[in-house]
């Protein structure tokens, strides 16, 4: 997918598309690339989640596009001003691997399957539907997503390219 407009967003970090650019992350391992797409008013957003809960935060002010309990809400409030309607978004994830093995199965090291169970629990809470995703696994991914079409595009050097 190349388009005129790429809208980078990086590690921590959200941005929205419209007018048919497409938003990119990369470097998603155990971080999880959450696509909300309103096909009506071709909004779409992206979320580089890194960490499941904001509890956890030990910076003074801190960066709300890194939690998955700051960074939904936020990047649903930034696309309904650009015109989106919180009732017709539909989500899609990507990331959330388990980069390392670890001899003990520690809650705390299960940061990837953790970050995909926080998405999930805060887009329920927002009754948005999860229309596709690509978690899990032992390897990392870029993401592309269209803001036309909604398409996102996920790349992996195992497992090549997949649309979903």
Do not use: W
Not at 10 to 31: F, P, Q, Y
Not at 115 to 135: G, H, M, W, Y
């Amino acid at each position: 997918m190349i388009e005129q407009n790429l809208v980078k967003v990086g590690m921590a970090d959200l941005n929205i598309a419209t007018e048919g650019a497409v938003l990119k992350t990369t470097g998603l391992g155990s971080c999880v690339g959450l696509t909300l797409f309103d096909e009506r008013s071709k909004v779409a957003g992206m979320a580089h989640v890194m960490l499941p809960t904001s509890d956890i935060a030990r910076e003074a002010s801190i960066n709300i596009a890194k939690y998955a309990d700051t960074a939904i809400p936020d990047l649903i409030e930034r696309m309904k001003k650009a015109g989106a309607a919180a009732d017709r978004l539909i989500a899609k994830l990507a990331g959330g691997a388990q980069m390392f093995a670890f001899a003990s199965q520690s809650e705390a090291m299960r940061i990837g399957p953790r970050n995909v169970e926080a998405c999930k629990k805060e887009l329920a809470r927002f009754s948005i539907p999860i229309l596709a995703e690509d978690t899990g696994g032992n390897y990392g991914r870029t993401i592309e997503f269209s803001s036309i079409s909604g398409l996102l595009v996920v790349r992996s050097v195992q497992f090549g390219v997949k649309e979903i």
